[in-house]
Structures are given as C-alpha cells and as structure tokens.
C-alpha cells in the first residue's frame, strides 16, 4: 500500500523505514530542507530506557508551584489564555499519584525495551555512525534528601525489571572520574550500564538517506496545510512547495501523523483530539578545549534536571521544560537565563573543559503528553495513523515507535504491553483497509 508519512524526525523516519522492510510504498513530507532539523535536531543525545520516568508523580505539583517565578527552574509553566494549555495541566494532575505513576512507568519502560532492542538491531543492519556510546548513563544527586528520593525511584524500576544501581559517592566517582572536582558536592547516584548515548540528529539524516535508496520519496520543503476527508477517511493531503508556491494533494492508502507537537493543531480539525502539548526545551553544544578533562558516561544532574551527553570532540547540555506555547525564540529574556545556566552548570562540574567562547545553543519544542506515553496506533479516522507525542523520549523511543506502528499498520500486533490507539484490550487491530489511490 502507500503510506503518506508526515514528519521527517527520529518517529516520522524511523516509522517509513519499517514501513519500507514491510514493503509499502512511502512518502515522506517535511517543511525543513532534511531530516530532523527540528524537535530531533540537537537534544539531549540519551537513550534512556532505564530513567524513562514520567514527569508527573506526587511530588510534582508542589515543585511546580516552587518553581513558578524562577526564569531558570527546571519546569515552568508560563498561564495563557490557550484552552489547549489548560487541558493539559488539569489532566496532568490527574496523574501525579502513585497509582498513575506505577502503570505509566510499565508502559515505558516496555515501550524502551522494545525500541532499544530495535535500535541495536537496526544500527547493526545498517552500520549507520552518529557518536553512539554504550556507557550507560549515571544520575548523579547533590543532597541526601535527593539521594534518599533516587534510591526510591530507583527501587521501582528494578520493580519493573531495569537495572538500575544505587552508588556512593566513591562509586559514582569511579563510574565518571571526571566528576573529580565537583565530587565533593555529590551524595550519590544511580547508574544503568545498559542505557547509551548518541547524536540522533545525525542518525535520522543517514537512516532517511537509507529509505531514499530503498525506493523513498522525501518531499522536503513543503508545507503540511490539511488533510480532506471522504467517507469517513482521509483522501488528500494537502501541501505547499515553499519554493515556488505551488499547491500540490496527494492521495495515499494510509498516512501517518508524526509532526511532534503540531500533530495536535493539525489534526484537530478532523475532530481527532490529541492531548499533546509543546514543552519548550534547550540545549547547548560546546567544543571541548581539553578532551580528558570532560566526561565521557552520559549523566544525568539531578538538581538542575539537565543531560550531559559526550559527542566526539563536543559535548551537549540540554534540559528543561517551558510550557509556553508553540514559542521556538532563543532571543527572549528567559531564553537567555536559561541557555546561559546550562553553560554555566557545565563549567562548574568541568571546569575548564568545554570553550565557552563557542556556544551553539538551540531550542526545540518536545511533544508531551500528561502521561508522558505517546500515541502510537490507529485514530479515529480508519487510514489514518498516530505516531506523536513523544516528548523527551522521541530518541529512546524512535526505532521501537516506527517499528511498532509498521506493524499495526501490516496487520500485526507487537510483541510488548503497550496500549496502542484503536486497539480494544485484548484484542488486536484488524488489519488495515486498502483502496485505491
């Protein structure tokens, strides 16, 4: 059949890459001049399938409010008058207990798994090169209050299988020596020696470079503005070519919805409600003047909620959260505070690693839900599929969500406890209608 895939990011491209294994025709629609130019551009670089926490537990609604004035808090929620924004916040809350902390953890963590099991096996098909490192990654705390919480949180993973080692500070220290000068700042840690790292930026461009060779058509540079109905299922796609103008619909058997957060705005005409919403996030990416001075194990700094990721000769920071809206400025005040807090936490754990002269700094809107599950699965509407709301986990969960919703898509269900859209418990979604393009 053939596949209309709108999204050229780590879900959008590894989704038409299983497609194409499963011998479907695919074209893929972007407005950037190549892949992952946008959310999947320069993130935090982790493959986190053992720290795939959710942002909401029962802890979250009083750190919110505590962080609610602070420029550089690790989450800030910016009130608008956007009903969208507000919908998300009450059905947040609704997940910050226990109960919805444990089964949105289950959901997760086997979602990682499975993605992790096909990232591998994908990289060793395919021998594709993006700075991978499988060194684990090591959250580090800076109080034993934070400690204290760590070893709890890390209690429930193992409660779900993950491996995940509480260390002394002595410990973490022989895990990351470059932690040297700030150890004695550190209470503890946690590590997962199976979690990796690696730029994803760079593997999404050579995997599409791969579909293009396997018969792939790459529609870069044109403008998603609708999708038509008839009877019930999408019939046209509608696009503008930036160049030139021009409007161009095109007819597919099925199409894929994989635009992060402008999923949500895209598809809600259609009467197709995703509860996805834009968390502005940052990131830094700095050369490094002296090499064995920075660290080389992906880490994960607890009190500031950021991730350092090793890629060759540079070193990414990224973290925090804005729920703004669909703002992508790096030039606003808070902009500055909170780019500026990630070069300057970095050069207190490392001093003198990093150039700070030479900052690349980027921002990117993650796609998140309350539950921070995505939607993977058929919608409402018979051809039409969803494959969004990834938020931070779009990398840790990109092989496995492409994987997985080829399958749906072939009529076959994938081996993993996950609640896949359209699918009722228990029973497997049929396999999908074709009709003529």
């Known amino acids: 059949m053939k596949v209309i895939v709108l999204g050229a990011g780590i879900i959008g491209v590894s989704t038409a890459w299983y497609l194409l294994e499963a011998g479907h025709e695919v074209v893929v629609v ?52 956007d009903p969208q924004q507000w919908r998300w916040g009450l059905s947040f809350l609704t997940q910050c207990t226990d109960a919805a902390f444990e089964r949105n953890v289950a959901q997760l963590v086997a979602l990682g798994r499975y993605s992790h099991e096909s990232l591998k096996a994908l990289v060793a098909q395919t021998g594709i090169e993006y700075d991978r490192l499988e060194r684990g990654i090591l959250h580090f705390f800076s109080t034993p209050a ?70 792939a058509t790459f529609l870069y540079e044109h403008d998603v503005l609708g999708l038509d109905t008839e009877g019930g299922r999408v019939s046209r796609v509608h696009l503008r070519e930036q160049a030139s103008g021009r409007r161009v619909a095109l007819a597919a058997d099925q199409v894929v919805a994989a635009l992060g957060s402008y999923t949500a705005p895209l598809l809600r005409p259609l009467g197709v409600h995703l509860n996805i919403y834009p968390a502005k996030g940052y990131s830094a990416t700095l050369r490094l003047k002296h090499p064995k001075r920075a660290s080389t194990v992906s880490l994960l700094d607890d009190s500031r909620k950021i991730a350092i990721s090793r890629l060759g000769d540079t070193v990414r920071i990224a973290g925090t959260a804005e729920l703004a809206g669909f703002d992508t400025r790096l030039d606003t005040p808070t902009a500055r505070v909170r780019c500026q807090a990630l070069v300057q936490r970095y050069d207190e754990l490392f001093p003198g690693a990093a150039d700070l002269s030479d900052t690349n700094f980027w921002t990117g809107l993650r796609p998140s839900t309350p539950t921070n599950i995505p939607y993977i699965g058929r919608s409402r509407i018979p051809n039409l599929w969803l494959n969004a709301g990834h938020g931070t986990l779009g990398w840790t969960h990109g092989a496995g969500s492409g994987r997985a919703l080829a399958e749906l898509m072939s009529g076959r269900r994938p081996e993993l406890a996950f609640g896949f859209c359209g699918e009722l418990p228990g029973r497997p979604m049929a396999a999908p209608r074709t009709v003529a393009a």
């Open 146 to 215: 934070d400690f204290e919480a760590g070893a709890q949180g890390a209690e429930i993973m193992r409660r779900h299988g993950v491996d995940r080692r509480v260390l002394s500070r002595e410990e973490v220290l022989k895990v990351e020596p470059a932690l040297a000068a700030f150890g004695p700042n550190i209470a503890g840690g946690t590590y997962t020696p199976s979690d990796e790292s690696g730029d994803s930026q760079r593997f999404t461009a050579q995997l599409a470079a791969r579909c293009v060779q396997r018969g």
């Open 30 to 81: 972007d407005r950037q001049r190549d892949a992952a130019l946008e959310t999947s551009f320069a993130n935090g670089a982790q493959i986190s399938v053992s720290f795939c926490e959710p942002w909401a537990n029962a802890e979250a609604p009083f750190k919110v409010a505590k962080w609610l004035l602070r420029d550089d808090s690790p989450l800030l929620f910016r009130p608008k008058l």
